[in-house]
């Protein structure tokens, strides 16, 4: 499999857990165990672009796929816009959902790039968070979303800009 | 990164998070991330029934299994002297189990095993003969005669009763209550819940063979107590303990005690002489680690004819599972539960408490709570619109009626508090004005007529944080101070060390805050370390709100210490006379020519290059706080309901939270956390249960069943504040992480009482679910 976008291979047994896999076997740590019924989200990662509780699936059933995980994020230094919206809004306290949080509306903004509240809350409802309220996660989104939006015009403004000079 | 990074961060600046950075990267350091060589795995077999006698475990089989290197019984634990260790409330609790288990998920045995895996499947091999026995599920059952007798292994025990426990004054509550004009009762169960942070317990174990140096990777939220109760039970040398509390995925409560998983891995790491870890699952997680509440509360409020509380008398029986473990302090059997006067000036009052012991798990912890003030705060709020109701007087004007008038502070309570300070009419008022409450009434009114079930529901709630003065409030008879620790680096860049344990309330930034505040460092040239045991100064950690109003104050002292050393050092640099020196954030300058100025950069600099005759070089310092009494944050939430007569549904329509807990030192995080309480509130109203059937089988083991609240069925909230700083505070900050947790239940669920009292519905107990609702109408002849 790819993840995020290195190629990696090893020999697993056929029970190990992708979430397994990723955080011993790769040391991605980023993505968190919260349960043992697919029912908190701390493990979402996104495979082929879709979010997916990487506790639910096995290892080997990501043979061959693209796995993005929260390591995958940020360009080097420069944060996503997902990212920047978790930390000036607040979106996260003790930041353990946090990494699922921003898998699932990172791909939420790609499928919608100007989601209402209930968009946001809809998308991140299979993703239990304790701490925030969820009040911040909804605005950490849209500021993303924002910056998002702010960024696909900027070029747009450069082209006309440098055209007019 | 950030957008504040430019601000200095002082005192009720909303800087962003501080400790953002890693958690947003994926390079958040919690328990599980950490891998040291050599490590094993350990994984623990628990008891499937809640009340058996032990005949035989047959460990041969598992011993035996691929990978196992040892599996570890309570015989074993026996002959250290580990098969029990001491409980927070002077009781006992079993490490592993040697005579019988008392309750479903009880720790039987463990497996050591070179990968997680391979321990796991050894525990099926695992052959535990039970004889199975009666179980004990709730107070009644506990007090029926013929009733199982639970612990039998303590000397002297006959019955499953632990304490009575009394406050107030019996003589002139009943002499009260004799003259009333109306008495208004309610009985009501606070069951048991959970706080399921969302990383579960766990530990790494290291024993160094050769040096005998034990650290211990721990979630914690109290290392420094742990340290020592483990230097007390293990006999270890203390100064060979270090625990280390890496960054907590929540708390709540949950991760204060010290659970047998931790002993069993530390013991099995000394004899194997390599690092074990133990983490727990989430079924483990909720069947085993500490719950909170389960009490059954009576309450009686006397009232004369002009609805004037005269006096309050409550009984409750407490359900504290198969050890007496609650996490409080150790003078106070029913925590501080004698707060449930609350914001009431009621002349006397009475409590009555009994402890029970029973086939449950034990814990007691004080779940976003400080030690029981939430069952208080509930009671009294559900109580006192009981009585509005019933009364016929609207319940805001009732609560205004009886509160303790601003005048009034400090106040001195019929059960022996002294309130710091409250404005509790002007709380109320700011919260009725959001609300909007006379039109809303109008509204509510109107829509009853058309034969809607809406409602409207209130709560005032004063809470009681910040344990605590040493000399009444100890945990293991360790007083409840807590510690800062400042050294002021030569190019005027600060590491602060403290002996409190952020779970995701944010000390890196708050704290740095106090320090920029206090010192004039900037919040971004403070860093912040907590949780390790060889480096931090002792504290007794974050719980019960305490860290603000204990911890933060410890670090405005030792800044302030440090200011006026530095105050010495710009007194030299600028020769001049240090009275004569006008302190301004940041800088001291001569009075009268500020353009003779020395910034604490250059004071800070000077104390390692040059300093005034005899003066000890460096700027560093400590200071432990022992407060001199506790702080009472407080407020008003309401919440508006609809409820769908035909399903039982209750709808949150509205939530305002109204919350004055003093000055806020970063009124962004105070409002994360006040987000995330009411949220937990909400769960705890109409979700959050865990209970038990007739044999003490767990129902909510898992989040199938144990049902938290998620971004769908979470209400918006609507924040308004005031402030009336605690006097006796170092900065006026009283703490308020728990403020939402204590106060919001009860306004859930007064507006769901009150939407059905024009059907002569007086209580559902939590969690309010549709099925109870539903059945409640039904009962009352209320149909579609
Ligand atoms: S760990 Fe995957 S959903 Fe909880
Ligand atoms: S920030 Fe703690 S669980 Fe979401």
Redesign the interface.
């Known amino acids: 499999m790819r993840v995020n976008g290195v190629e990696r291979s090893a020999d697993v047994e056929p029970r190990v857990l992708l979430v397994d896999f990723l955080r011993s076997n790769l040391l991605l740590t980023g993505t968190h165990i919260g349960c043992d019924t697919t029912s908190c989200g701390a493990c979402t990662v996104r495979m082929d672009g879709d979010p997916v509780k990487s506790c639910t699936v096995l290892a080997v059933q990501a043979e061959g796929k693209e796995i993005k995980t929260v390591e995958g994020l940020a360009n080097g230094a420069a944060l996503a816009p997902i990212q920047v919206g978790f930390h000036e809004e607040h979106g996260l306290q003790c930041g353990f959902c946090t990494p699922g949080m921003m898998m699932v509306t990172s791909a939420l903004l790609e499928r919608n790039p100007n989601p209402t509240d209930d968009d946001i809350r809809w998308a991140i409802s299979g993703n239990i968070c304790r701490c925030t309220g969820y009040m911040n996660i909804v605005k950490a989104v849209k500021y993303a979303a924002k910056m998002q939006s702010e960024a696909a015009k900027a070029p747009e403004h450069a082209a006309v800009a440098g055209g007019g000079e | 990164?950030?957008?504040t990074m430019h601000m200095h961060g002082g005192i009720g600046e909303s800087i962003?998070?501080k400790?953002?950075?890693?958690?947003?990267?994926?390079?958040?350091n919690?328990l599980?991330?950490i891998?040291l060589p050599n490590m094993l795995h350990m994984a623990i077999l628990r008891s499937p029934y809640a009340h058996a006698r032990i005949k035989s475990i047959d460990t041969a089989a598992a011993s035996a299994k691929p990978g196992v290197v040892a599996v570890v019984t309570g015989e074993l634990m026996a002959q250290h002297k580990l098969a029990w260790m001491p409980t927070m409330s002077g009781d006992t609790q079993a490490v592993l189990a040697t005579d019988k288990v008392r309750f479903q998920g009880q720790e039987v045995a463990a497996v050591i095993a070179e990968t997680k895996?391979q321990a796991e499947d050894a525990l099926a091999s695992i052959e535990v003969d039970y004889e199975v026995l009666p179980a004990v599920t709730s107070p009644d059952g506990a007090k029926a005669t013929g009733s199982a007798l639970i612990r039998d292994d303590k000397e002297g025990q006959a019955d499953n009763h632990i304490y009575h426990w009394e406050s107030g004054d019996e003589g002139t509550t009943k002499a009260a209550f004799a003259k009333a004009h109306k008495v208004i009762r309610l009985h009501t169960f606070y069951p048991r819940c959970h706080p399921?942070?969302?990383?579960?317990c766990g530990c790494i174990a290291d024993v160094n063979p050769a040096t005998g140096k034990t650290t211990i990777y721990m979630t914690s939220q109290a290392p420094h107590a742990i340290r020592t109760v483990f230097a007390l039970v293990a006999g270890l040398s203390e100064q060979n303990i270090r625990i280390v509390s890496p960054?907590?995925?929540?708390g709540?409560g949950n991760k204060v005690p010290v659970y047998p998983g931790y002993v069993v891995a530390t013991a099995a790491s000394l004899l194997l002489g390599r690092p074990v870890k133990w983490i727990e699952?989430?079924?483990e997680n909720l069947i085993s680690t500490g719950f909170a509440r389960d009490y059954h509360m009576t309450g009686d409020l006397a009232v004369d004819e002009n609805g004037k509380m005269l006096a309050l008398h409550v009984h409750l029986d407490s359900d504290n599972g198969a050890f007496f473990a609650d996490a409080q302090p150790s003078k106070f059997k029913a925590g501080l539960f004698h707060i449930v006067t609350g914001s009431y000036d009621i002349p006397t009052a009475h409590i009555t408490a009994d402890g029970y012991y029973t086939n449950k798990a034990p814990g007691g912890v004080a779940y976003r709570c400080s030690f029981r003030v939430t069952e208080a705060s509930y009671l009294i709020e559900r109580l006192v619109t009981n009585a509005a109701i019933e009364l016929g007087i609207d319940q805001a004007e009732f609560r205004k009626q009886n509160f303790i008038q601003p005048e009034q502070f400090p106040y001195h309570s019929a059960t022996g508090w002294v309130y710091d300070s409250g404005d509790y009419p002007k709380a109320m008022d700011v919260a009725l004005d959001k609300l909007g409450y006379a039109e809303l009434k109008k509204d509510v009114e109107a829509r009853r007529k058309k034969g809607e079930v809406t409602g409207i529901g209130i709560a005032s709630f004063t809470e009681v944080v910040g344990a605590g003065p040493g000399a009444d409030y100890d945990i293991l008879g360790l007083r409840m101070f807590d510690s800062a620790e400042l050294r002021v680096h030569p190019t005027g860049k600060a590491l602060l060390r403290m002996g409190t344990k952020s779970?995701?309330?944010?000390h890196e930034t708050t704290f740095a805050q106090i320090v920029a505040e206090e010192l004039g460092i900037p919040a971004q040239d403070v860093s912040v370390e907590e949780g390790d045991t060889d480096t931090a100064p002792y504290g007794l950690g974050t719980y019960a709100s305490r860290s603000t109003p204990v911890a933060g104050a410890a670090t405005a002292m030792v800044a302030r210490q440090l200011r006026e050393k530095a105050r010495k050092l710009a007194a030299h640099l600028l020769e001049a006379d240090e009275e004569d020196l006008v302190w301004e954030r940041g800088k001291f300058y001569v009075k009268g020519s500020p353009e003779r100025s020395k910034t604490i950069q250059e004071a800070a600099f000077a104390a390692y290059t040059n300093l005034p005759e005899g003066m000890q070089p460096g700027l560093e310092g400590v200071h432990y706080y022992d407060p001199p009494n506790m702080t009472y944050p407080f407020g008003t939430y309401a919440v508006v309901v609809d409820v769908d007569k035909g399903t039982g549904q209750v709808k949150v329509k509205r939530m305002v939270a109204v919350d004055d807990c003093g000055v806020r030192i970063n009124p962004?995080?105070v409002?994360?956390?006040i987000?995330?309480?009411?949220?937990?509130g909400f769960g705890i109203a109409f979700m959050q249960l865990i209970t038990f059937d007739d044999e003490g089988n767990c129902i909510g083991s898992?989040?199938?069943d144990y049902l938290?609240p998620?971004?769908?069925e979470?209400p918006?909230?609507e924040l308004g504040e005031t402030t009336t700083p605690s006097p006796h505070h170092p900065i006026g900050a009283k703490g308020v992480g728990e403020s939402p947790t204590v106060g919001s239940p009860a306004a859930y669920v007064n507006a769901v009482i009150d939407a059905l009292s024009p059907y002569g519905i007086t209580n559902i107990d939590m969690p309010v679910t549709s099925d109870k609702v539903w059945a409640a109408l039904r009962s009352k002849g209320v149909t579609e």
């Open positions: 990164m950030s957008s962003k998070r400790e953002d950075g890693r958690f947003l990267r994926g390079k958040g919690f599980d991330d891998v895996a399921a942070p969302l990383e579960t960054d907590l995925g929540g709540f699952d989430r079924t779970q995701g309330q944010g962004m995080i409002e994360g956390q987000h995330g309480g009411l949220a937990e898992n989040f199938m938290i998620g971004s769908w979470t918006k909230f």
